[in-house]
């Protein structure tokens, strides 16, 4: 099943993964040309890209012309298609299990401004091009 990305709402794709077939979402060039390994990145075209959002599926993104990026075309882990430790926040690095040490062990953490100063968690600006969904 498929997994809306926050921040994607009204960004659906036309488009089905052509692996397994879920309704992607779509990605913007900049996002695809600086998270793709450099051998990747050559085979670009100028087409719609969208990410598929199956945590089950091995493809990161698909071009409406049928091209397909795996997982091991990217320069990163996307964070709903790995097991923990799971990025949070791409900016910054910040992983689940950070967020859940000053939560759980620390006992710092109480809410979204308390994990944000704690962890450094969404406080970066640079999601257009380290997140893997743009986001």
């Known amino acids: 099943m498929a997994h809306g990305v926050c921040g994607g709402k009204g960004r ?5 993964c ?5 309704k992607g979402q779509k990605v913007a060039p900049i996002t695809i040309a600086s998270l793709l390994n450099t051998e990747a990145a ?26 397909i990026f795996t997982k091991e075309h990217v320069r990163v882990p996307v964070w709903f298609k790995e097991e ?20 759980v062990n620390r006992q710092c953490c109480h809410n979204l401004q308390d994990i944000r100063e704690h962890t450094g968690a969404n406080g970066g600006r640079e999601c257009l091009i380290k997140n893997p969904a743009g986001t």
């Open 12 to 16: 659906e794709a036309a488009t089905v």
């Open 42 to 67: 050559e085979s670009l075209e100028d087409v719609q890209y969208n990410l598929c959002l199956s945590s089950a599926c091995n493809v990161v993104y698909y071009g409406d012309n049928g091209t």
């Open 18 to 22: 052509p692996r397994c077939g879920e």
């Open 84 to 103: 923990t430790p799971r990025i949070i926040c791409y900016c910054n690095n910040v992983t689940d299990r950070e967020i859940l040490e000053h939560i």
